[in-house]
């Protein structure tokens, strides 16, 4: 049986080769930790860290590598900028759309959170988001992308506002790093956290977040312990990235990341949205062919990622997901892709959905075999 990878939304396959080999060649050759020997291979290893640090960056045009922090994924990342910058009767606002990673640290809290309501293609209205802001909002946390219908949300326009009301804005970027062009100063943004192992193409385990040097004053580092500098001193060194950096990092990680984002850079962003906007263009064509399922939000390639949704009205979406798996080897994801409320604006809660996620390696045969594929399903 064909094996097809439609569930990039979770975490992206295949990787480019480039990827693996930065990986092997850390583990097999190179292998020394950072900040913590005084020979040539730990230098090299540094440097690399350090040009990661840079590429992160170039992607998201911002000037302070030694502000762009590595953690092990985003959920890492929103729970210390989350945990770290909000205290008990602080007011915070999200939208509708937001992932358990966002939400649970937030839960967490004995913070007042309000959620300003998307419409059923997951768009903003500003003008609702506006009325959620109140006196003591201290923050605005927000998804890129929907994770659920791919929906991009207008997050320039958010950021202007915060700006100008003096509150702190961080951005969910999981689903758009290295597919949308992400600009730091755009945005207006206070934090940009980031997961390497999506559209970034990266491995798992290695994630991140970019941040200002005002949240910096604010935020505490989450975890404590060696950083290989200022050795003498039994604290926390207050200086970035050292700063919410103890343990030795995922050092293979970065190095798959600095090979990942290279790959990007030579591939170019526009090259990788516009191939896959032509295989979601012929998925969202198709699909409208067939009786019996609707998408869910946008049914139109534009501005949307590569991920969607879809409900098959008359069947238990779950079952689907999994013959398509099981009888045609077409690996989607079904559920809540943990963001309920989405859902809950989508109309699809509880029942869920089934989402198909692409990645430029995707091909249109591809998309033929798993249109193909739901038909016969839908014929059973
Ligand atoms: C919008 C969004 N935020 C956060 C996450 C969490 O990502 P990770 O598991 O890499 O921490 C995801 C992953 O599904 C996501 O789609």
Do not use: W
Request: glycine fraction near 8%; aromatic fraction near 8%; charge should be negative.
């Amino acid at each position: 049986m064909k094996k097809i990878y439609l569930d990039n939304g979770a975490t992206s396959f295949p990787k480019p080769k480039c990827v693996g080999e930065a990986v092997l060649n850390y583990i097999n050759n190179l292998g020394t930790s950072i900040n913590r020997g005084a020979y040539e291979t730990a230098y090299s290893v540094a440097d690399t860290v350090f040009e990661t640090r840079e590429l992160i960056c170039e992607l998201f045009n911002f000037d302070q590598p030694e502000n762009v922090v590595f953690t092990k994924n985003i959920t890492e990342s929103l729970n210390l900028l989350i945990k770290g910058l909000l205290k008990e009767g602080d007011h915070v606002v999200v939208s509708s759309m937001e992932h358990n990673a966002v939400m649970r640290p937030l839960n967490s809290l004995n913070v007042k959170v309000s959620k300003t309501e998307c419409n059923k293609y997951g768009d903003l209205d500003i003008e609702d988001f506006k009325s959620k802001l109140k006196k003591n909002t201290r923050a605005v946390i927000m998804t890129h992308a929907s994770n659920v219908c791919g929906t991009i949300l207008n997050l320039e326009e958010v950021g202007r506002i915060c700006q100008e009301k003096n509150i702190f804005f961080i951005v969910d970027t999981a689903q758009t790093a290295g597919f949308l062009d992400i600009d730091y100063k755009k945005l207006k943004a206070d934090a940009i956290a980031f997961t390497g192992h999506k559209s970034l193409l990266g491995p798992q385990g290695i994630g991140g977040f970019i941040i200002n040097d005002r949240l910096v004053e604010i935020i505490p580092s989450l975890i404590d312990g060696g950083t290989g500098s200022l050795s003498e001193e039994e604290r926390q060194p207050c200086y970035m990235p050292d700063k919410y950096e103890a343990g030795t990092p995922n050092i293979p990680g970065i190095f798959g990341l600095n090979a990942s984002i290279k790959y990007l850079k030579n591939t170019g962003l526009e090259n990788i949205r516009q191939k896959e906007y032509e295989l979601l263009k012929l998925f969202l064509d198709e699909i409208k062919e067939i009786n019996g399922i609707a998408v869910v939000g946008k049914d139109t390639p534009q501005g949307r990622t590569g991920a969607v949704s879809l409900d098959f009205f008359n069947h238990d979406n779950g079952e689907i997901a999994y013959k398509l798996g099981n009888d045609y080897g077409i690996m989607t994801r079904s559920g809540m892709h943990c963001a309920p409320g989405a859902h809950k604006t989508l109309g699809t809660f509880p029942r869920g959905t089934v989402r198909f996620s692409f990645s430029h390696f995707n091909t249109k045969d591809e998309i033929y075999y798993a249109m193909e594929s739901i038909k016969k399903i839908m014929e059973e």
